[in-house]
């Protein structure tokens, strides 16, 4: 079984050297596709100087197609068996390719969702191998002392002989803070021990995620009209293709985080009405009111969506709650139209 690492990746060179470096050597690859979604920093440097690897491929797009046609842009250009999706700032674990082909091999039909970690440390740094700042960051960086430089770095040596310690300093979750680690907890739970739930496609990720390529194509690949939470909405038609939510388990990655901090999708919400569009389903709705209520935002803390099957029972109407006065509570815009929440607000 071999596996295809499709990369997309837009002005994040000196990352996405450290990304490459992190798969040299994997087990069970059969090419990494780098897609440079219109870059316009030194990424064709950092590629040129790779240019050597015969697994390397790379597919160049003069104006940002966006992570979805990004994404399907690699996935067309690929050959494995296998796709293995991946962001230019984001390592490979030694042993992630093989993890994943392994899990493929031993069942057919499956979407094959890693565990996530970050760290920390990179986030001032323009460069983490050089340990350069970021614009703006100058000051910042000064400040540090020798020993807290060293720990933030990540160089090429360190991935090739000694990723244990790039391991060690990694915490749980895509994200630094509580509520990306607590919501990765509960995805990791809910594939471990509820393998029936008939959410898990809520548990897919944008980084360190898998499929047979043949079913990606089959159902069209990402959506182009969605470019956050593009995965969950892929994840979900997968599954109703008869595909199965499957955990890889230590099939680790490793995010180099940036001071620009995330997407966070409670506040970029034009996902929403693409995603509920193709599929106008009680889940769709309340997959934001989870997430606020992981949060505890405005009235959402009450709100009894507190896992997966939580999740599940709400838009199975086994529970109280009524997914449009819920996204209400939250604050949330309606999706579709909403008697109840028409009545209850008068």
């Not at 360190?158 to 994200?175: C, K, L, N, T």
């Not at 944008?206 to 470019?227: H, K, Q, Y």
Request: charged share 25%; aromatic share 4%.
């Amino acid at each position: 079984m071999k596996v295809s690492v499709v990369i997309r990746t837009l002005d994040e060179a000196d990352r996405l050297r450290l990304t490459l470096a992190s798969l040299r050597g994997q087990r069970d690859l059969a090419e990494v596709v780098v897609v440079d979604d219109g870059s316009r920093d030194h990424t064709r440097a950092v590629l040129d100087e790779a240019a050597d690897w015969p697994l390397l491929r790379i597919v160049r797009h003069e104006a940002p197609a966006g992570r979805s046609g990004a994404s399907n842009a690699g996935a067309r250009a690929a050959g494995g068996e296998v796709l293995l999706f991946l962001d230019g700032d984001t390592l490979a674990g030694p042993d992630l390719v093989a993890r994943h082909a392994a899990a493929h091999a031993r069942r057919a039909g499956l979407i094959g969702r890693g565990e996530a970690f970050h760290l920390r440390g990179t986030r001032f740094l323009q460069d983490p191998e050089t340990g350069s700042p970021r614009a703006g960051e100058e000051a910042r960086v000064a400040r540090m002392s020798a020993h807290e430089l060293a720990r933030a770095r990540i160089t090429r040596r360190q991935i090739a002989e000694d990723f244990g310690s790039i391991a060690r300093r990694a915490e749980p979750g895509v994200y630094p803070g509580a509520g990306p680690r607590r919501l990765q907890e509960l995805e990791l739970d809910a594939l471990r021990h509820q393998p029936g739930c008939g959410v898990l496609w809520a548990a897919a990720t944008g980084s360190n995620l898998s499929a047979p390529r043949a079913a990606f194509l089959e159902v069209g690949g990402f959506d182009p009209r969605i470019d956050i939470n593009e995965h969950r909405e892929l994840a979900l038609r997968l599954c109703n293709a008869g595909l199965a939510m499957t955990l890889i388990e230590g099939g680790r990655s490793y995010h180099m985080t940036h001071r620009s901090g995330w997407r966070d999708p409670l506040q970029e919400t034009a996902w929403e009405a693409a995603f509920y569009a193709a599929h106008p389903m009680p889940a769709v709705k309340l997959l934001s009111v989870f997430w606020a209520s992981l949060s505890a935002r405005g009235d959402g803390a009450d709100l009894p969506i507190r896992s997966l099957a939580d999740l599940e029972a709400a838009a199975r109407g086994e529970s109280d709650l009524d997914p449009d006065l819920a996204r209400a509570r939250c604050g949330l815009a309606p999706l579709g139209p909403s008697p109840a929440l028409a009545k209850a607000q008068g």
